[in-house]
C-alpha cells in the first residue's frame, strides 16, 4: 500500500529524535573514524541516525570550539553524545546532563565530571610492549610517549616507566615526550 513510518512523528510523539550526536578531533584520525563507521552501523540497524562533528585539533581553541559543537548537537535534540579525547570539563557538560542527554567519552575519561567512558588501556599497552621487547633480548627500549597534558600520552608513559624500572631498564635519555 505504500506506508512509509514517519520518523519524525514518531520522535515527537516519544520526545525522541532517534540521534546520536558524534564529536572527534578531527576527521582524518583513522583510530575516531574506524569506530565512527562501527557506531553507524550498529544505530543504523537500530533506526538511529549520526550526526559527526568535528573540533578539526584545535586545541588553542579547543574550549570554544568544542562548546560550540555540543550546543549544535544540543540544538538538535539528540538523544546522546559520544566525545572523543575530550580530557577536561567544559560548562555546557553539566547542561547537556540536567537535560538527560547521555554522554559517552571515548579513549580519555572527562576529569571532573562523571560520564560513562570507553578506554583503550594505554597504561598496560606500553607495560606489555615494554615486556614482549625485553622478552626478545632488546635493553635499550625507548619511548615517544606523547604530551604529557593528555590522558593517552600520561598513560603510556606511566606503563613504560614502570615496566622498564621493574625490569631494571629504565633511562631517561630514552624518553621523549
Avoid: W
Amino acid at each position: 500500500m505504500g506506508y512509509e513510518e514517519n520518523i519524525i512523528a514518531k520522535g515527537l510523539k516519544n520526545n525522541k529524535t532517534l540521534s546520536i550526536g558524534v564529536v572527534i578531533n578531527v576527521l582524518t584520525d583513522v583510530f575516531a573514524t574506524s569506530i565512527v563507521t562501527e557506531l553507524e552501523t550498529h544505530l543504523e540497524a537500530n533506526n538511529y541516525s549520526l550526526i559527526l562533528c568535528d573540533y578539526q585539533n584545535d586545541f588553542v581553541k579547543l574550549e570554544q570550539k568544542l562548546e560550540q559543537k555540543l550546543e549544535f548537537l544540543r540544538s538538535r535534540f539528540v538523544d546522546g553524545i559520544v566525545i572523543f579525547h575530550l580530557g577536561q570539563k567544559l560548562p555546557i557538560l553539566e547542561q547537556l546532563e540536567k537535560e538527560g542527554i547521555p554522554i559517552v567519552a571515548v579513549d580519555s575519561p572527562i576529569r571532573d565530571f562523571l560520564s560513562d567512558a570507553v578506554l583503550v588501556d594505554n597504561y598496560q599497552a606500553s607495560y606489555d610492549v615494554v615486556n614482549k621487547l625485553f622478552e626478545l633480548g632488546h635493553q635499550k627500549i625507548g619511548i615517544i610517549a606523547g604530551t604529557q597534558d593528555r590522558f593517552i600520552g600520561r598513560e603510556r608513559l606511566n606503563g613504560y616507566v614502570d615496566a622498564t624500572r621493574k625490569l631494571g631498564v629504565y633511562d631517561p635519555e630514552l624518553v621523549e615526550v
